[in-house]
Structure formats: structure tokens, C-alpha cells
Nanobody, 114 residues
Framework: QVQLVESGGGLVQPGGSLRLSCAASGTSRGVTMRGWYRQAPGEQRELVAIFTTSGNTNYADSVKDRFTISRDNAKNTVYLQMNSLKPEDTAVYYC????????WGQGTQVTVSS
């Protein structure tokens, strides 16, 4: 059973930075770490940044040039470097993995507020 555990969330002031990590466990074969989604209160879950099947990256327009996704396949880990954070980035951030995106983490809260 694949489990995803996110970390790195917290409270940060506008303009600050955070780095999220998501590590997969429970598999000896490795798992495709796809990327990150987020969900703000009262909103639907939305894509933040993902790796495409060809290995390229895809970002939501709202985070382009501020967020950077990366991954370490050997460690089954995906990262999200978030810079120049804005209050509208406040949300629970979820990691997604698996060939068809079947696996989700429990989420980590990111709050951007002064």
C-alpha cells in the first residue's frame, strides 16, 4: 500500500518562501511522483504543478515564475519550492503520485498572512 507523506507547510508572511516535500513509502518498485495540487476553503482542488508523462513540467498560471517543482526518483520524493508567496496561495497542498494519479497524501497546510 503506497503512502504519501507531505511536510514543509506552515505560516509565512507575504513575500516569504516555503519548500514542501512529499515522500512515498510502502512500495519496493518505486512510484511515479506526479506533483502538487491545492484546495482553499470553499474551493475545488486545483492543479499547482505537475510532471507530464514526458517529464516536462506544467504549472498553474497563478504560480508560474514563483513556484518550482522537482523530484528525486531514487527517493520517491517530490518537492515544491514556493517563493514570493501571496495570501491567495493559502490552501491545503496535496501531493499526487502513481501512474494514473491514484495516490494522494493527507495534505499540508500553507497559510500566507501578515
Amino acid at each position: 500500500q503506497v503512502q504519501l507523506v507531505e511536510s514543509g507547510g506552515g505560516l509565512v508572511q507575504p513575500g516569504g518562501s516555503l519548500r514542501l516535500s512529499c515522500a512515498a513509502s510502502g512500495t519496493s518498485r518505486g512510484v511515479t511522483m506526479r506533483g502538487w495540487y491545492r484546495q482553499a476553503p470553499g474551493e475545488q482542488r486545483e492543479l499547482v504543478a505537475i510532471f507530464t508523462t514526458s517529464g516536462n513540467t506544467n504549472y498553474a498560471d497563478s504560480v508560474k515564475d514563483r513556484f518550482t517543482i522537482s523530484r528525486d526518483n531514487a527517493k520517491n520524493t517530490v518537492y515544491l519550492q514556493m517563493n514570493s508567496l501571496k495570501p491567495e496561495d493559502t490552501a491545503v497542498y496535496y501531493c499526487n503520485a502513481g501512474r494514473f494519479g491514484a495516490y494522494w497524501g493527507q495534505g499540508t497546510q500553507v497559510t500566507v498572512s501578515s
